[in-house]
């Protein structure tokens, strides 16, 4: 799960920093990625923790 938080700490670093001011009317963040099998639930649960 540490490659994933890290990922996940990543883009919204780089969204907060360059996304917001080159798109500003944006609402959303569409992203696609591959991790394999391995990791497929780790996206979720970094993502959108309950």
Known sequence: MLSTA??????RRCWNMMGTRTCPEAEELFITADAGDEFRGDWNHVLHPR
């Open 6 to 11: 890290f990922a996940v700490a990543s883009i």
